[in-house]
């Protein structure tokens, strides 16, 4: 077992190392759309991963993603516009006075977003963990709700509708990109972990859990807490990359799309949520034809702008009738397994001919 | 302020909420039945207002032909939703059912906007809603008192039938033990569809009041009366019929006074509802009429 393991610390490692050089590639030889792409990809996974930590992992059905993301979002690009910015952007009423005259770099913004997504996510897990099941789903929905309606109306620190405007374009592949890595590394440690099993327990049986000495209060405010930490710095990449943020970006349909993509991986499957993101980021893209313009002989079909939704809401509902366990189920991926099936792994393990 | 204007304000609440209410009764006929939070409720309620937008428009019906015509048309859509899309999925788990749920509502949401467009289209007042009249100094939309009584006439009708006829035994029957009632030999899907039509006809009323208050009609537009209605629905103590009409009637006036009373909230109006709700699941989880516990 033991040199199991450093081989595969070191397959991680490599692929990691495989990644990082694929992307260097990218940066040398790709259009700006398709890096555009590449990065969306990679924030919806880092979001995906965290989301399914806490709906597929700890099986605590929530909503909650619009709100995290936004106030990471909101969080980050407050610390890193200068003040001169700020001023000049805030024209219906002026910022507050400690916001209006910080500024730090990007990295720290991030930290700061996570630290401040992580609190409300702590705080919030307080009223939300006392109800179970669809109540829960309609608790967080409610929050992602309240937090939009703050970001509309409390204009001295948000804006208000106006949102924020100008953001420096930070977000590169280096960041998103390491910072999905980074997110994968941790929350698959952290699911491997006795407090990961903890969390799969409550998930099966609540009861069950706390009679084997499982605190489960504590543990789902753990893995909501985390999932906010790395919402919130995903939050604050995704305004990074697009540069501009209003309280309009962040309403349920957000979560919607997160949702469609761990429940196509597979609730319960780190790997599942991977895969789903970057089936939903790159085939949300072909899936651009439904709404062009189409010539089939002679005939002219117009494009239908908003078709991509309804043949999304479809593939939903088609996989919850047909497909239940998507495409992974709660299976992982990982090196033992990748090696044990291909014919190279077993002649490195001295089993082939 | 002044009485006149608190009386105004209450009209308004009364009103509001009655309409709160009368979505509400689905959402809590249908939870109550199959544990099902309808997250396409609110969406159901928007396909019966462009049905009778289209009654008006297209077909040039008078208001109460377009307004029978949207409803027949919305309990068939509410029938036919619970047989395609929540039928294949009633033994699955429960959290399987509600993102199907999340999945026709957005269906619902997207197929208007592309058929119909995103842009609103306006709702015309019929001549008998529209009458406006004063009472020692207060105007009053003749909607207003309508609103309120078409809620409570239709609470009757479902009160009865819900406890006066056999169906009614039927559902309630469902509602407490599915398994046993089949074996008593009600044919259980047909009784759930029912359900589903009741709870449509009701979201179809109500759909066709809101267009009436807020004359127009949008894709989206049943989001927020949906996420209200089962605020309401919880308040009020959910798979509680009576409840949720009375939910309805505290939220809508909470709504309208906490505005009234405190203009500059105004912005915030939207949230309220779900401050409450957050309130109440906390502190009381069986709402203002409710005996059961929700899990």
């Known amino acids: 077992m033991q040199d199991h393991r450093i081989r595969n610390e070191l397959l991680t490692l490599a692929g990691a190392g495989v990644l990082f050089f694929l992307l260097y590639l990218s940066t040398q030889y790709v259009s700006d759309y398709q890096i555009r792409l590449l990065n969306n990809a990679a924030i919806f996974i880092t979001l995906a991963v965290t989301y399914n930590l806490i709906n597929g992992i700890t099986g605590q059905f929530s909503l909650e993603p619009n709100a995290f993301v936004a106030i990471g979002a909101y969080t980050s690009a407050l610390l890193t516009l200068s003040p001169a910015e700020k001023e000049i952007s805030f024209i219906i009423e002026p910022i507050i006075w400690p916001l209006s005259v910080i500024q730090v770099p990007f990295f720290w913004s991030l930290v700061a977003a996570g630290i401040v997504t992580a609190f409300f996510g702590f705080l919030m897990g307080f009223p939300v963990f006392r109800v179970r099941g669809d109540y829960l789903a309609i608790v967080t929905l409610g929050f992602g709700e309240v937090v939009r309606a703050v970001a509309n109306n409390l204009q001295p620190i948000t804006n208000g509708p106006l949102g924020l405007k100008a953001l420096h374009n930070y977000t590169n592949l280096w960041w998103s990109w390491g910072f999905a890595t980074i997110t994968l590394l941790f929350i698959g440690r952290l699911v491997a972990s006795s407090y990961g099993l903890a969390m799969k327990a409550v998930r099966e049986d609540e009861v069950a859990a706390e009679a084997m000495g499982v605190n489960a209060f504590r543990t789902k405010l753990l893995a909501f807490t985390t999932s906010a930490f790395f919402e919130g710095v995903a939050g604050g990449l995704l305004a990074h990359l697009i540069t501009t943020i209003s309280p309009s970006l962040f309403t349920f349909f957000l979560t919607f799309n997160l949702l469609i993509i761990i429940v196509a991986g597979g609730l319960g499957s780190t790997t599942g949520a991977v895969i789903g993101a970057l089936l939903f980021s790159f085939g949300g893209e072909w899936l651009r034809v439904v709404e062009e313009p189409m010539t089939v002989g002679s005939l002219q079909i117009p494009g239908i702008p908003g078709m991509r939704m309804v043949v999304f809401s479809i593939i939903l509902i088609f996989l919850m009738i047909f497909a239940r366990n998507g495409i992974m189920g709660r299976r992982e991926f990982s090196w033992d397994w990748l090696l044990g099936r291909s014919r190279l792994g077993r002649l490195i393990q001295g089993k082939g001919r | ?295």
């Open chain 2, 1 to 295: 302020m002044d009485f006149q204007l608190f009386i105004q304000q209450i009209i308004n609440g009364v009103s509001l909420g009655a309409l709160y209410g009368l979505i509400a009764v689905g959402y809590t006929m249908v939870y109550g039945i199959i544990r099902l939070i309808n997250f396409a409720h609110g969406d159901i309620v928007m396909m019966s207002c462009y049905f009778a937008f289209f009654g008006f428009v297209m077909f040039n019906l008078p208001w109460w032909g377009a307004f029978l015509g949207a409803t027949a048309l919305t309990t068939l859509l509410g029938v036919l939703i619970d047989r395609g899309a929540y039928r294949p999925v009633r033994n699955a788990p429960r959290i399987s059912a509600l993102i199907t749920a999340i999945g026709v509502s957005f269906l619902l949401e997207n197929f208007a906007l592309v058929v119909w467009g995103g842009r609103p289209k306006a709702f015309v007042r019929p001549e008998i809603f529209a009458h406006v009249f004063s009472l020692g100094g207060v105007h009053i939309l003749s909607l207003s008192i309508w609103t309120p009584a078409i809620t409570i006439l239709l609470l009757l009708g479902m009160l009865y039938i819900i406890h006066r006829t056999r169906v009614g035994l039927a559902m309630r029957s469902v509602s407490r033990d599915m398994e046993t009632t089949r074996l008593m030999g009600v044919n259980v899907n047909r009784i759930i569809s029912l359900t589903f039509a009741l709870g449509s006809a009701m979201a179809a009323a109500g759909g066709m009041m809101w267009a009436m208050k807020y004359p127009q009609v949008n894709p989206f537009l049943g989001v927020i009366p949906g996420l209200k209605a089962f605020v309401a629905a919880v308040l009020g103590g959910i798979g509680n019929v009576v409840g949720a009409v009375v939910g309805g009637f505290v939220l809508g006036v909470a709504e309208i006074l906490l505005v009234a009373v405190a203009p500059g909230l105004s912005g915030y109006r939207d949230a309220i509802a779900f401050i409450i709700l957050i309130g109440i699941l906390v502190f009381r989880p069986t709402g203002i009429m409710g005996q059961r516990l929700p899990e």
